[in-house]
C-alpha cells in the first residue's frame, strides 16, 4: 500500500470525484469547457495529494498539498457557475460544496503539519 492510499483526505477527495465523474457523465448537455475544467480540477485534487505524499522534503510536500487546495477552490467555483445557470439544484450543489470544504479543511491541517520544526 502507498503512504496516500491511507491518508483520509485522499480517499474523500477519490470518493468525491467519482461522484463528479458520475455527475458530468449524466449531464451531458454542460458545456465542455465547464465539463473538462471541472473534471480536470476534481482530478487535480486526488494526484496532488497522492504525489505530495511520495515527496521527502516538508516544503516539497506543502507545495503539493496546497496545490490540491488550490484545486478544491476550483472545484468549487465551477460549481457555482454551474448553479448558477440552472445546471445544479439547491440539494446538490449544497452536498458537493459541503463535502468539498471538508477535504479543504482537511488538506489545511496537512499543510500546516508540514512547518518546519
Known amino acids: ?16 470525484n467519482k ?17 473538462d475544467q471541472l473534471k480536470r480540477a476534481s482530478i487535480s485534487i486526488i494526484i496532488n495529494i497522492a504525489e505530495g505524499s511520495g515527496k521527502f522534503s516538508k ?3 506543502k507545495n503539493y498539498y496546497t496545490i490540491s487546495r488550490g ?19 439547491q440539494r446538490q450543489f449544497s452536498i458537493f460544496k459541503d463535502r468539498y470544504e471538508t477535504i479543504s479543511k482537511m488538506l489545511y491541517k496537512l499543510i500546516d503539519s508540514q512547518k518546519k520544526l
Not at 19 to 35: A, M, P, T, V
Open 71 to 89: 484545486s478544491v477552490y476550483e472545484c468549487v467555483s465551477l460549481l457555482e457557475i454551474l448553479f448558477d445557470e440552472h445546471y445544479l439544484d
Open 59 to 61: 516544503a516539497d510536500k
Open 1 to 16: 500500500m502507498f503512504d496516500f492510499e491511507r491518508l483520509e483526505v485522499y480517499q474523500k477527495a477519490k470518493e468525491q
Open 19 to 35: 461522484e463528479i465523474l458520475g455527475y458530468l457523465r449524466n449531464n451531458k448537455q454542460i458545456d465542455s469547457y465547464i465539463r
